[in-house]
């Protein structure tokens, strides 16, 4: 059935909210607090790359059942369904910045119709939930958790092919929040709200796992000559383990796992628990990004006036999201060491800092003494490396931070090749 919905933030999160429930045929208002991103959106542009969101703004913009909002401009009474998919960001101790939420429940305790469902999507500490809906108590707004789970890249997809739907309340605000998902077909995980709070915590600390793991793996097989390709194909065969999230390399980044784990730490260090595990995830994650500029250091020696290009500006490939992306702290320590830095990524970033931005593959490696690859796109690990060695500095250097290409056609073209684990012994 059809539901008056309004979405609190235009981001990566209520975007895809808005725009996936105004296509079911719901009634969305997406309201934010940056007017240019508004202004964009209203004209049916984007203000983020994101595959097929495009497409559903525009259906959505002219069937007339999507419409954005300055949150100030919002009317006075709110009814229906609120969806909460404001930031979250760290603070400085690593715990998760509650201040935009804090502000939206606040007004929506103010001007939200008795009834009113409030659906939290933003990511927040495990026990928050109880605390906000007692801040709601006596307005008569129900609160449901329904962490997200949306991969940036597939977001799209990823709403209605989700793996599971979880949802934390009462009975009777999960089964109203479960109504909006009638057309995604997903397993359904109905709880209490600070177990769901914890479920997109544990998850993320998981595969954050799963990946520093694989990572101190590919160091030791560099110590001993085993190839980490084998290694992690091999391991991944268990179906108790599965091959997904082992892939070697310069670690993750992103928006959601480094503030993610920080914040689970603080949170059990908060409450007198040592979660020595998560840290050891974290600080090999730290360790991976040095990788690529140590090993610059022992092959080329002082970086000083050496030309490197950095290849991807993503934490991932087919997003525009720069937030904790390896290429961002290894850009600021190859400056560090003095290098000339020239940044390529396949769609454009609002990324800025001390390097030049080239508009091509050729532009940025052109001259270049060092080649690091940050994000496996497409676009990077399939270009014509054969042909692009030869306009590099002689004995250039190409350090593969994702191990997305292939060492013999570096090696047979000229270059030294470092990949993550991939050891030149045995191979
Ligand atoms: N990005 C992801 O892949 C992802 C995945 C799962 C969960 N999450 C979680 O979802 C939440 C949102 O993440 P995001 O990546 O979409 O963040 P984002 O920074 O892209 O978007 C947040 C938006 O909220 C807006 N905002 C702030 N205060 C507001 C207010 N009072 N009214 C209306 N809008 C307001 C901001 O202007 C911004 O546009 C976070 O808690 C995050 O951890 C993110």
Same mark, same amino acid.
């Given at each position: ?61 002219? +069937?007339? $059942? ?70 709601? $108590? ?33 009975? +009777? ?90 914040? *689970? ?5 908060? /409450? ?12 090999? /994650? ?19 006036? +050496? ?8 934490? +991932? ?33 609002? *990324? ?29 690990? /399939? ?45």
């Amino acid at each position: 059935m059809k539901k008056q919905i309004t979405v609190f933030g235009a981001g990566y999160v209520g975007l895809i909210a808005g725009v996936c429930l105004a296509h079911s045929g719901h009634d969305v208002t997406v309201c934010d607090i940056d007017r240019d991103k508004l202004a964009e959106l209203t004209a049916g542009y984007s203000p983020i790359f994101e595959p097929g969101l495009e497409a559903l703004l525009t259906e959505g913009l002219n +069937k007339g $059942n999507l419409r954005f909002f300055h949150t100030d401009d919002l009317p006075e009474v709110l009814s229906g369904i609120i969806f909460v998919a404001v930031g979250t960001p760290p603070t400085p101790s690593g715990s998760a910045d509650m201040t935009y939420v804090r502000t939206v429940i606040d007004s929506v305790a103010m001007c939200a119709e008795p009834d009113t469902l409030l659906v939290m999507k933003s990511t927040v500490p495990p026990g928050t939930g109880v605390k906000l809906s007692s801040r709601l $108590n006596g307005s008569g707004v129900e609160y449901v958790s329904n962490p997200e789970f949306l991969r940036e890249g597939s977001a799209v997809n990823d709403w209605y092919r989700t793996d599971r739907i979880v949802l934390g309340g009462s009975e +009777k605000a999960v089964s109203r929040a479960a109504a909006l998902y009638a057309d995604v077909e997903a397993p359904m995980l109905a709880c209490d709200i600070t177990s769901a709070e914890m479920i997109k915590y544990a998850s993320n600390a998981f595969l954050a796992t799963k990946i520093s793991f694989i990572n101190e793996i590919a160091s030791i097989c560099d110590l001993v000559g085993a190839q980490i390709d084998f290694v992690a194909q091999g391991v991944g065969m268990d179906g108790r383990i599965g091959p997904a999230f082992l892939k070697p390399g310069i670690g993750y980044g992103g928006s959601c796992f480094p503030k993610d784990t920080r914040a *689970l730490d603080f949170l059990a260090s908060f /409450n007198g628990y040592d979660f020595h595990l998560l840290r050891g995830v974290i600080e090999v /994650n730290a360790r991976q990004r040095m990788m690529p500029v140590r090993a610059l250091m022992e092959h080329i020696g002082d970086l000083d006036g +050496k030309r490197v290009a950095v290849l991807g500006l993503t934490f +991932k490939p087919d997003t525009d999201d720069t937030r904790e992306a390896p290429a961002v702290d290894i850009i600021s320590m190859l400056a560090a060491e003095g290098a000339d830095v020239t940044g390529y990524n396949p769609v454009p970033t609002t *990324l800025t800092g001390p390097f030049t931005v080239a508009d091509s593959i050729d532009a940025a490696v052109e001259g270049a003494n060092a080649v690091i690859v940050t994000t496996e796109w497409p676009e990077i690990c /399939n270009a014509d490396w054969a042909a692009l060695v030869p306009g590099m500095a002689p004995d250039v250097l190409i350090y593969d931070g994702r191990n997305c290409l292939s060492p013999d056609t570096i090696r047979s073209s000229g270059a030294r090749y470092v990949g993550v684990g991939r050891p030149q012994i045995g191979a």
